[in-house]
């Protein structure tokens, strides 16, 4: 009997611990906001004509929460897994039809997690939008923390996306061409 009431005690006494060590609460999708620490992202402060070119009719410059950061990198990467798909599609149908040529899988999808990220926030039309501009090899562009990077060309190695934060929708995507 003293074993049994000895190890219910131990026992009692783990789970009781549980409680204070912190534990990064994770959301079913992986990111959370102290993940975003591990990502190349950058939230550009534009100068008016980078304003212009991305947010035409915008009203003003806003800043962006780590939370806001979090809700667009969620929405950009439910939006990455469906391109993904139809990449693979694309991917299976361009090998059928070529059978002599040897095309990579990679070229065809996105790795999200290689991409560095520029994030702009404006009001437009009295909602927060985030424009994205996504760009693999991020270590090659130094002026990535200050300065848009535009390349021409390139294929999905570029791409760019707005995001509505009050309605979650992502639209106006572009890829670069593949030169």
Request: proline content about 3%; some cysteine; overall charge negative.
């Amino acid at each position: 009997m003293s074993k049994f009431f000895s190890l219910a005690l131990i026992a009692l006494a783990l789970l009781s611990c549980r409680g204070h060590h912190p534990v990064v609460q994770q959301n079913v999708d992986g990111l959370t906001e102290a993940s975003l620490d591990t990502l190349d992202i950058h939230v550009l402060k534009p100068d008016t004509s980078v304003l212009n070119y991305v947010f035409p009719y915008a009203a003003k410059y806003e800043d962006l929460s780590k939370a806001e950061l979090l809700v667009c990198e969620r929405l950009v990467k439910k939006y990455v897994e469906g391109y993904n798909i139809l990449a693979l599609e694309r991917y299976e149908e361009m090998k059928k039809e070529n059978p002599g040529m040897n095309f990579i899988k990679e070229s065809f999808t996105i790795e999200l997690h290689e991409y560095g990220r520029q994030y702009i926030a404006a009001i437009e039309n009295g909602q927060k939008v985030v424009y994205g501009n996504f760009f693999c090899e991020p270590t090659w562009y130094k002026r990535r923390k200050k300065q848009l990077v535009i390349a021409n060309d390139g294929g999905n190695c570029y791409f760019s996306m707005k995001i509505n934060l009050a309605t979650g929708e992502l639209y106006d995507f572009m890829e670069n061409g593949k030169g």
